[in-house]
């Protein structure tokens, strides 16, 4: 079976952050984030570290099964059935 890989992003002005993690790497990257805030060559802060933080336990708090990787309309959405 193939681990689901979450991606989360930040755009700081000419500096890309991609953090890449499955389930099993969370706490880890969270401790990445914590060392790329106090790294005062970056322009990663202890906010962009907080607001990540954040995205990452919220998103770990949602079940995979309720959780759609996808939005898609269905066919019959917006078709009245008789």
Not at 4 to 16: W, Y
Not at 41 to 50: I, K, M, T
Not at 53 to 82: C, M, N, V, Y
Request: glycine fraction near 4%; charge should be neutral.
């Amino acid at each position: 079976m193939a681990q689901d890989i979450n991606v989360l992003a930040l755009v700081k002005g000419a500096e890309r952050y991609v953090f890449l993690y499955n389930d099993a790497s969370r706490a880890a990257t969270l401790r990445v984030l914590g060392r790329y805030a106090s790294n005062p060559d970056l322009s990663f802060s202890w906010y962009d570290a907080a607001v990540l933080s954040q995205k990452i336990r919220q998103e770990s708090q949602q079940a995979p099964a309720t959780r759609p990787r996808f939005s898609l309309p269905l066919p019959t959405d917006g078709e009245e059935t008789s």
